[in-house]
């Protein structure tokens, strides 16, 4: 089956504009994490479901970030009044339940001008 | 806090040859996960090996072996026969096993560079 998709792939926003970033996980993976990736780092957890509960939100920079995943499938993460400290890769990862291995997007480049 | 170290920012490989990139990590959890994940151009982070603490016996996958050290807190990943298909960013994880979130913990990577 399909794997993990981010769209969109790049997106580039000016300072003060909100982003919204979609995830679909693979088809009945209760688990779905994000990470930041900032360049030439490893990726750092941001938030994390289970189904449509969020479990996990200690990762998440400010509040201006949020994410949600209303019906425990598709997951968005909203970044408002965009810096350019949040230009990064936004990698979104599912399991199929939070034990096992986790599977990765291609993410999401988001550059801030 | 659970840490991830990869000390090596860039190695380079003949062709052919094989090579080794390190990882150290702290914890005191006593179970849990290690990965080796690799990085292309694309981003896809794709899954090289896994290692349960558990277990004493070190994983391989075909050319990919894994040095567990539980002790020392080291985990080495091994390629032989090195392909220019193996040229990637290669991040060493840590997965907790009984608390809290399941989220990975990343270093910062190693770029492995393959000569042809």
């Known amino acids: 089956g399909a794997g993990v998709s981010q769209s969109p792939r790049y997106k580039v926003a000016k300072r003060g504009q909100d982003v919204a970033l979609r995830c679909d996980p693979i088809?009945?993976?209760?688990?779905l994490f994000w990470y930041q990736q900032a360049l030439g780092q490893g990726p750092e957890f941001l938030t994390y479901f289970q189904n449509e509960a969020q479990l996990d939100k200690s990762g998440l920079p400010s509040d201006r970030f949020f994410a949600e995943r209303p019906e425990g499938s598709v997951s968005t993460l909203k970044i408002q009044r965009t810096q350019q400290e949040d230009s990064a890769v936004y990698l979104c990862?599912?399991?199929?339940?939070?034990?096992?291995?986790?599977?990765f997007g291609p993410g999401t480049r988001l550059t801030v001008t | 806090a659970q840490t991830v170290t990869q000390s090596q920012p860039e190695m380079s490989v003949q062709e052919a040859e094989t090579v080794t990139l390190s990882c150290t990590y702290d914890t005191s959890e006593s179970d849990y996960y290690l990965f080796w994940y690799k990085q292309p151009p694309s981003r896809q982070m794709i899954l090289v090996i896994r290692?349960?603490?558990?277990?004493?016996q070190n994983a391989t996958e075909n050319r990919f072996s894994v040095n567990f050290q539980k002790a020392a807190k080291s985990f080495s990943l091994k390629i032989s026969d090195s392909q220019l298909g193996d040229a990637a960013m290669y991040f060493c994880a840590y997965r907790a096993i009984t608390s809290g979130t399941y989220k990975y913990i990343f270093g910062t990577g190693t770029r492995l560079k393959v000569l042809a």
């Open positions: 990862a599912s399991s199929l339940d939070r034990s096992y291995e986790q599977y």
């Open positions: 088809s009945g993976h209760v688990s």
């Open positions: 290692q349960e603490a558990y277990k004493q």
